[in-house]
């Protein structure tokens, strides 16, 4: 049982270049999610997905776009990439009877757009 | 919108010794979690501690514990017995009971160090 897990662990791009960052999980839970965290902050809400097929706008949507096309995964592309998505970007899940339950974090992924 | 304020970038406490770290809160909703997230230099987000806003009762998690004022939306954590593995990034979180979504709204975090 792997959890949550994502690729790459760290990635540069350079500006007006395309990346995706993939989330996949193994719990079968419905909710997953897209934070970013800038240095000093928070994390801030991008896009999430609460089942296969059905996504969301966050906080922070602009610059990114999301599918769902199965449970287990939860890709996030750049497009365009800008230095203001210079970030460590984290998915998250969180099981549909979650009322009472929390969510479950990925290691991260360190982007440097230059 | 609900937001979550965390008002010390940084504190320090000896080896051994308890900590308090702050979070306040602004919500309109009557149900709701409240969570401490602890992030170490390694990135991962691991869940510290969880409050149920219609609980009274404070949560425990062994040397973590809560002060939950609802009245005041006050969330602090305390660490008793202090240890050098303790240092990290807390971050406070909010979540609402309800909607579609269970998204967390987090604070900007207080950086922990530990002195030996």
């Known amino acids: 049982n792997a959890g949550v897990t994502q690729t790459p662990k760290f990635r540069i791009l350079k500006i007006g270049q395309s990346m995706t960052l993939q989330c996949a999980q193994d719990?079968?839970?419905?909710?997953m999610y897209w934070y970013r965290q800038d240095p000093g902050m928070g994390l801030k809400l991008i896009y999430y997905s609460v089942g296969a097929g059905i996504t969301d706008k966050g906080e922070v949507p602009n610059g990114y776009n999301v599918s769902r096309s199965t449970t287990e995964d939860f890709p996030l592309r750049l497009e365009l990439a800008a230095p203001s998505q210079t970030s460590v970007y984290f998915c998250a899940t969180q099981p549909f009877k979650g009322r009472t339950d929390t969510q479950y974090f990925g290691p991260g992924t360190r982007l440097t757009v230059l | 919108a609900q937001t979550v304020t965390q008002s010390q970038p940084e504190m320090s406490v000896q080896e051994a010794e308890t900590v308090t770290l702050s979070c306040t809160y602004d919500t309109s909703e009557s149900d709701y979690y409240l969570f401490w997230y602890k992030q170490p230099p390694s990135r991962q987000m691991i869940l510290v501690i969880r409050q149920e806003a219609y609980k009274q009762q404070n949560a425990t998690e062994n040397r973590f514990s809560v002060n939950f004022q609802k009245a005041a939306k006050s969330f602090s954590l305390k660490i008793s017995d202090s240890q050098l593995g303790d240092a990290a990034m807390y971050f406070c979180?909010?979540?609402?009971?309800?909607?579609?979504?269970?998204?967390?709204?987090f604070g900007k975090g207080t950086l922990l160090t530990v002195n030996p």
């Open positions: 719990m079968n839970h419905n909710y």
């Open positions: 979180a909010y979540r609402n009971s309800g909607g579609s979504n269970y998204k967390l709204t």
